[in-house]
Nanobody, 122 residues
Framework: QVQLVESGGGLVQAGGSLRLSCAAS????????MGWFRQAPGKEREFVAG????????YYADSVKGRFTISRDNAKNTVYLQMNSLQPEDTAVYFC???????????????WGQGTQVTVSP
C-alpha cells in the first residue's frame, strides 16, 4: 500500500500561483509514476500532469501546458505541482495519485490521496 497526502491548496486570485505538494509513504519502491488530477463540481475527474518516478518523462493536459509544472523529489518521496497564471476554470479539488505499472497519461492510477481544494477567484 501507498499513502498519499496532499497539501498547498487554497484560495487565490486569478493570475496568481499556488504550489501543491504530495508526500508518499509506504510501498513507494514500486512506484512507476505519479500524477495530479482534478475534479470540478459536476465534472469528471481529469488528468492534469504526470511524471515518471525514475526517469524524466512528464505529461500535461493541454489546458495547463505552459502554466503548470510537475516535479519530484525522490529523496523526500514527494511530488509537486507548481501552478502559475491560475484562472477561475482551474478551480477544483486536486488529487495526487501514484501507479506501479507502465503509463503516465491515464486515469488508471493505483493509489489516490484525499484531495486538496484549489479555488481561483475572478
Amino acid at each position: 500500500q501507498v499513502q498519499l497526502v496532499e497539501s498547498g491548496g487554497g484560495l487565490v486570485q486569478a493570475g496568481g500561483s499556488l504550489r501543491l505538494s504530495c508526500a508518499a509513504s509506504g510501498r513507494t519502491f514500486n512506484t512507476y509514476a505519479m500524477g495530479w488530477f482534478r475534479q470540478a463540481p459536476g465534472k469528471e475527474r481529469e488528468f492534469v500532469a504526470g511524471i515518471s518516478w525514475k526517469g524524466s518523462s512528464t505529461y500535461y493536459a493541454d489546458s495547463v501546458k505552459g502554466r503548470f509544472t510537475i516535479s519530484r523529489d525522490n529523496a523526500k518521496n514527494t511530488v509537486y505541482l507548481q501552478m502559475n497564471s491560475l484562472q477561475p476554470e482551474d478551480t477544483a479539488v486536486y488529487f495526487c495519485a501514484s501507479k506501479e505499472t507502465f503509463g503516465i497519461y491515464t486515469l488508471a492510477y493505483d493509489y489516490w490521496g484525499q484531495g486538496t481544494q484549489v479555488t481561483v477567484s475572478p
